[in-house]
Structures are given as structure tokens and as C-alpha cells.
């Protein structure tokens, strides 16, 4: 079903063209008011790449893990109106799905999954958004959003989707957002647990064997993916013999850092200088900033076993390994160097 569901995809034009087809099934589809009588809410967490970011683009692995201490929200609810309705606060936009302009990406994963799930669109409908989770920082803002409305909407319908079904809808959303994604945002939020990722290949999904504690500073500058991806490629292909050696070393990086991860009794000091050699090869490539590495040299200087940018870079957020004793005074020395916002999360 997933493979037919890609081929479908790459055939729409654009979102409203798909809700059209929807309306003009609607008049002969049986009636769904009962289930519009319904409050559905769906929730998607935040996620951060602890290694492999990059690199991950070119076929070489790459680790992320959610983090739950920020969520986005969907709640799926009937209204009278005329016609099914996106409400999303954080944003400070209300607007009719069917005025949408093309490639608006709430629009396109709604109409993808009522499309996959074989439903047509009720015209008295209102999906309104919320979220925790800080927009174009690299925490997979609008991957939570997509997956939220596609557990909302599944839910609806009592259609309940897989990890890889719902991952694989919201992956095709992406492409809006990132251009040429790499695929790891959609898969580690929408299984809410760490994940080791090869483009193409099936995902693995990670055993922690001793948790531990990330503190994730926010620069509060926005990480424009688009650009940074396309300006890497761009430099790539200008000398791809050089980039390629780059994103070998990371993948070595990735590796040893997945062993360590799994094996009893981790080595988290060494995982730290794993984060360090990682950030040092992203400097390389050109992506960090000097608000990062204010914040990564604030959290070293706070007992940090480990610290290296987190997302596409140029801005977005940093990650910094603690014990359970470092990690509030982690946190305060990320806040005193200038971060915007601060959490701390377990990775387990």
C-alpha cells in the first residue's frame, strides 16, 4: 500500500487540485455525521539529530531521537460552516482548506491522507493546530505538525496507520519544507524513539542502553534548511571529491557513536568526544555560526562531556552532553550566553 501510496503522490499537482476531486465524491459518499460529533486530538513530539546531520543527505547514517518536551498538537472537531477549516494559533492563520494556496503544507497533508485512507472531505470540519515545539530551530516543527494531523485524521476515521505508513505521508510534506530532505525528521517523530537511519534503507531502531541527558540550547535564529541544504549541494558538486571525504568522516562518527549507545555500561565520555569531532567536521562543511559556537563553548565551559550544533545549522540549536549533575548548570550557562530557550531532555 505504501508504494502505491508514493506513485500517487508524485502524480498530484497541487493540494487544492486534490481537494476538488474530494468534493466532488462527497455528494455520493454515505453521510459521516456521527463521526462528526467526535473531538479527536493526535499529539507528534519534537526531535533533535545527535549525529549524522548532513552527511545523512548522501547516503551515510544518522541518529536522532524525539524529545517530549515539546509537542504539537492537532484536535479535529465539527463546526458549522462552509467547508473544512485549518486553525492554527501559532501561526495566527484561519483559513478554508479549499483557499489554500498551492503547496501550503497543511493543506497537502491533509489532503494526502484523506486520500490514502479512501475518504472523502466532510465540509464541516475544523482542524485546529497548536504547538510547543519552536518553528525553524531543527526540531522537527513541521514534521510534528504533518504526523499530529495524520493521527488526528486516521483516528477520525478509526483507520489506525502504522509508524511507516504515517512516516511515509508526511515524508512527501517535507519536500516543501526542506527541498531535498533526507527522510530522518518524519521517521523519528513519527516512531517517538531514537533511530538509527540510512537514506533508502529500512529504518533500525535504536537500544539505549543507558540513558542520558541532552540539554538542547535554542540560538533563536532561524535554521533556513532550504538554503543550507542547497548551498552544500551547491559546494558539493563543485568539488565533490573533498565533500565526500567530509561526509565519510561523519559517517565513521555515526558509527562508533551507535555502538557505544547500545553496548552495556556506555562510555558517555567518549560519546561526548564523538559530538566534538562531529561539530568539528560541520565547521568544516561551513554550516555552524558564531551564535552556535558562543553556546557550544558556554556549555564546555560548564562541564558539557560533549557539545556540536543539532539540524541544519546557520543557526536553529545546539545539543550538549550532561550527566545528571551538569545538566542545570548546563542549562543556565546556555541561557546566560544568549539561548533564546533551553531544554533538557533524557534520551532512553
Not at 115 to 137: A, D, F, H, V
Amino acid at each position: 500500500m505504501a508504494v502505491a501510496f508514493v506513485q500517487l503522490a508524485k502524480e498530484m499537482v497541487s493540494p487544492t487540485q486534490v481537494y476538488v476531486r474530494f468534493v466532488r465524491v462527497q455528494a455520493y459518499a454515505p453521510s459521516v455525521r456521527g463521526r462528526e460529533k467526535r473531538i479527536n486530538k493526535a499529539t507528534a513530539p519534537g526531535k533533535v539529530i545527535l549525529f549524522g546531520e548532513h552527511a545523512v543527505v548522501y547516503g551515510r547514517p544518522a541518529m536522532a531521537v524525539p524529545v517530549l518536551e515539546v509537542q504539537a498538537k492537532a484536535v479535529l472537531h465539527s463546526r458549522r460552516g462552509d467547508g473544512f477549516r485549518i486553525v492554527a494559533a501559532n501561526l495566527e492563520r484561519d483559513y478554508r482548506l479549499a483557499d489554500a494556496p498551492p503547496n501550503n503544507p497543511l493543506a497537502k497533508i491533509i489532503c494526502l491522507t484523506y486520500q490514502y485512507l479512501k475518504q472523502p472531505l466532510p465540509s464541516n470540519l475544523e482542524l485546529r493546530l497548536t504547538s510547543t515545539i519552536p518553528l525553524g530551530r531543527g526540531l522537527g516543527s513541521g514534521a510534528a505538525v504533518s504526523t499530529a494531523i495524520v493521527r488526528a485524521l486516521a483516528m477520525f476515521y478509526d483507520h489506525p496507520l502504522s509508524a511507516e505508513e504515517v512516516s511515509a505521508l508526511v515524508y512527501e510534506v517535507e519536500k516543501i519544507h526542506h527541498g531535498t530532505p533526507s527522510g530522518i525528521d518524519n521517521t523519528v517523530i513519527a516512531f517517538e524513539q531514537p533511530v538509527y537511519f540510512v537514506k533508502g534503507k529500512p529504518i533500525q531502531r535504536m537500544h539505549v542502553s543507558s540513558p542520558f541527558t541532552l540539554v538542547i540550547g535554542d540560538t533563536g535564529m532561524v535554521s533556513p534548511t532550504h538554503r543550507v541544504v542547497g548551498d552544500l549541494r551547491s559546494r558539493w558538486q563543485a568539488d565533490p571529491q573533498q565533500y565526500e571525504g567530509y561526509f565519510d568522516e561523519i559517517s565513521a562518527i555515526t558509527q562508533q557513536a551507535r555502538i557505544i549507545i547500545e553496548q552495556p555500561d556506555s562510555d558517555l565520555a567518549r560519546l561526548g568526544k564523538l559530538m566534538n569531532e562531529n561539530h568539528e567536521v560541520l565547521v568544516r562543511l561551513g554550516i555552524s555560526s558564531p551564535k552556535l559556537e558562543q553556546l557550544i563553548q558556554a556549555a564546555h565551559q560548564a562541564g558539557a562531556l560533549g557539545a556540536k550544533l543539532s539540524g541544519a545549522g546557520w543557526g536553529g540549536n545546539m545539543i550538549a552532553l550532561a550527566t545528571p549533575q551538569t545538566a542545570k548548570a548546563i542549562a543556565k550557562a546556555l541561557t546566560q550566553a544568549g539561548a533564546v530557550g533551553v531544554i533538557v531532555t533524557k534520551v532512553k
